[in-house]
């Protein structure tokens, strides 16, 4: 099984910044991809930032210049830095990959529990 584990969430201020991490564990033979969705009461999960292997990372309209997503391969671990943070993010983030455990095996969804990011005004 592939365990996604999210880190650095928190309360922060209007303006402020937060980075998130998530490491993925388990066996894993290859992934596709790594990112960040977000989920606000009331709404639909959307993308937040996906970043491909081998490909530049692709961002949300309402995030663009605002958040940096990255990926330290070798630890398999996938890192959202937000800064300017506005109300309107305040969601839910998730991280999500999508890996395969075996060569045979075909590339799976698989996401984290959640870490709640709230920005107040």
């Known amino acids: 099984q592939v365990q996604l584990v999210e880190s650095g969430g928190g309360l922060v201020q209007a303006g402020g910044s937060l980075r998130l991490a998530c490491v993925a564990t388990g066996t894993i033979i290859s992934i596709k991809s790594m990112g960040w969705y977000r989920q606000a009461p009331g709404k639909q999960r959307e993308l937040v930032a996906v970043?491909?292997?081998?490909?530049?990372?692709n961002y949300a309209d309402s995030v663009k210049g605002r958040f940096t997503g990255s990926r330290d391969n070798a630890k398999n671990t996938v890192y959202l830095e937000m800064n300017s943070l506005k109300p309107e993010d305040t969601a839910v983030y998730y991280c999500?990959?999508?890996?395969?455990?075996?060569?045979?095996?075909?590339?799976?969804?698989?996401w984290g529990q959640g870490t709640q990011v709230t920005v107040s005004s």
């Open positions: 999500n990959t999508q890996a395969r455990r075996g060569w045979n095996s075909p590339y799976e969804d698989y």
């Open positions: 970043m491909p292997t081998g490909s530049r990372a």
